[in-house]
């Protein structure tokens, strides 16, 4: 059975940072490209990130760029997400997810989500 | 970027009664390698997001086959035959031909009359 299980979200001041983490288990995490999305309280889907399988490629949201940093540990089959400069309008549940082939080029898709974790940027 | 418009935002329906949710996209979804990377997504209240749909028309397992999806190009459609009392909650669809970014539909909440 697939799990990814996500953790590290706190409430945080404005310009704070915050290191996000995703546990998987169930299959082959070497094998996949992952993926932050995000959902702001009673608001859609933005995806946030992504990163290859190797971990060698990367790419941002532009609400993000300069700001966060996705990396992996194949070794551990973790996913994280460096959080620096948070913003109240980064106040969100973070989900990470499993895409549905190594690369991250085209293709996207998710076929499993964790089950969030609660990021709250507040004074 | 990829625009995803959803309608309707809100969808009332009465419980057995079939239901049609309407995706748009900006530009067209057709991938060079002849897929279409069309998906939708089901969110109930106070949990994350589930696949119920790939590449336009493929149910994921666990899926019901009272939820079915369509179309082509730049318009899709998602369709539950006869609405159960589970199938509450918010859908979404994604498109992951052109990204980054990634991109979602707005969301429709579909609730019980």
């Known amino acids: 059975e697939v799990q990814l299980l996500e953790s590290g979200g706190d409430l945080v001041q404005p310009g704070g940072s915050l290191r996000l983490s995703c546990a998987t288990s169930?299959?082959?995490?070497?094998?996949?490209?992952m993926s932050w999305v995000r959902q702001a309280p009673g608001k859609g889907l933005e995806w946030v990130s992504g990163i290859s399988s190797s971990g060698a490629d990367t790419n941002y949201a532009d609400s993000v760029k300069g700001r966060f940093t996705i990396s992996r540990d194949n070794s551990k089959n973790i996913l994280f997400l460096q959080m620096n400069g948070l913003r109240v309008d980064d106040t969100a549940t973070y989900y990470c997810a499993k895409q549905i082939v190594p690369s991250l080029s085209g293709r996207g898709d998710f076929e499993e989500w964790g089950q969030g974790t609660l990021v709250i940027v507040s004074s | 970027d990829v625009v995803m418009t959803q309608s309707p935002l809100s969808l009332p329906v009465t419980l057995g009664q079939p239901a049609s949710i309407s995706c748009r996209s900006s530009q067209s979804l057709v991938h060079s390698d002849g897929n279409t990377y069309l998906s939708w997504f089901q969110q109930r209240p106070g949990q994350s997001p589930r696949r119920l749909i790939y590449?336009?028309?493929n149910r994921d397992s666990g899926a019901p086959d009272r939820f079915s999806g369509s179309g082509s190009g730049t318009d899709f459609t998602l369709k539950i035959s006869r609405v159960e009392a589970e199938d509450v909650g918010v859908y979404y669809c994604?498109?992951?031909?052109?990204?980054?970014?990634?991109?979602f539909g707005g969301g429709t909440k579909v609730e019980i009359k």
């Open positions: 169930g299959f082959n995490f070497y094998n996949r490209a």
């Open positions: 590449r336009v028309s």
């Open positions: 994604m498109q992951g031909t052109h990204w980054p970014p990634l991109t």
